[in-house]
């Protein structure tokens, strides 16, 4: 499973807020995702103290092993 982490930081307070979506659709840019963090600024979903620091896009698999129930 992929997700799309995002992360703002707060230098005054020494502290960050993140938003984690599942399933980002295939071949986001770097442009893409800043724009839409940005926004999410401006819209005030993310408090306007807090910069765009960080995103990645984390790919996950996971190899079940068992599940007796």
Known sequence: MKTLNMRWYDSAQGKSKGLVLRS????????EVQ????ALVTLKVIP???ATDYAS???KATNELFNLI
Do not use: E, F, H
């Not at 980002?24 to 442009?31: H, I, R």
């Not at 724009?35 to 940005?38: A, L, R």
């Open 48 to 50: 306007s103290n807090y």
């Open 24 to 31: 980002p659709k295939d071949g986001l840019t770097q442009a």
């Open 57 to 59: 896009v984390i790919d």
């Open 35 to 38: 724009n839409v963090m940005d």
